[in-house]
């Protein structure tokens, strides 16, 4: 299931310019792409450009999305960050033993992100929440206004007790240049 947003989404924002969250999350639920997979499965972007959206993520993929492949894609001059991997904000689904209810298996690879996050700067350029077995690998990311990648939820929240799904996940080989420029 692909879904295409239509800016109906705003959120709040400071003084400064900026979604007073982490990664563009906020109490008004998860951010939006502009182009949405909520429970997809053995879908491939290949060769395709996100430019010029004012959406939280050019590109959000969740809600149990599985098989998902993002390849030399080109993410540039993006209100919000180019891509939100997983979900954050479904507690009882992040620590489901049932392998069919995760975000798993997706691979965000030889993607060029260029100039994202200038509006809605909180949102990290490549934002992976509750995943498994994702790769991140071979990206050329240069000029964020916060961080390039970021990968994890929950800030030690599981650590006493039940484990979430999130495991081999592979960060390698990115590039990654003029980053945080916005926030620290």
Same mark, same amino acid.
């Given at each position: 299931?692909? @879904?295409?947003?239509?800016?109906?989404?705003?959120?709040?924002?400071s003084?400064?310019?900026?979604?007073?969250?982490?990664?563009?999350?906020?109490?008004?639920?998860?951010?939006?792409?502009?182009?949405?997979?909520?429970?997809?499965?053995?879908?491939?972007?290949?060769?395709?450009?996100?430019?010029?959206?004012?959406?939280?993520?050019?590109?959000?993929?969740?809600?149990?999305?599985?098989?998902?492949?993002?390849?030399?894609?080109?993410?540039?001059?993006?209100?919000g960050?180019a891509?939100?991997?997983?979900?954050v904000?479904?507690?009882?689904?992040?620590?489901?033993?049932?392998?069919?209810?995760?975000d798993?298996?997706?691979?965000?690879?030889?993607?060029?992100?260029?100039n994202?996050? @200038?509006?809605?700067?909180?949102?990290?350029?490549?934002?992976a929440?509750?995943?498994?077995? @994702?790769?991140?690998?071979?990206?050329?990311?240069?000029?964020?206004?916060?961080?390039?990648?970021s990968?994890?939820?929950?800030?030690?929240?599981?650590?006493n007790?039940?484990?979430?799904f999130?495991?081999?996940?592979?960060?390698?080989?990115?590039?990654?240049?003029?980053?945080?420029?916005a926030?620290?």
């Open positions: 299931d692909i @879904t295409f947003s239509h800016a109906t989404w705003r959120q709040p924002s003084i400064d310019g900026y979604v007073p969250s982490q990664s563009a999350v906020t109490a008004l639920g998860e951010p939006p792409g502009s182009v949405m997979i909520q429970g997809g499965h053995g879908i491939e972007f290949q060769a395709c450009t996100f430019q010029n959206s004012g959406s939280p993520y050019g590109l959000s993929v969740g809600s149990a999305s599985q098989d998902i492949v993002i390849q030399k894609c080109r993410f540039q001059s993006l209100s960050g891509a939100k991997l997983g979900n904000l479904i507690p009882k689904r992040c620590l489901s033993t049932n392998p069919a209810e995760w798993a298996r997706i691979l965000f690879q030889r993607n060029l992100i260029l994202v996050s @200038t509006e809605f700067r909180g949102a990290s350029a490549v934002f929440g509750y995943v498994a077995s @994702t790769v991140v690998d071979h990206n050329t990311i240069h000029g964020t206004g916060y961080t390039a990648i990968v994890g939820w929950g800030w030690g929240s599981h650590v007790g039940t484990q979430t999130a495991k081999d996940n592979h960060i390698t080989g990115n590039h990654i240049s003029s980053i945080m420029q926030l620290n």
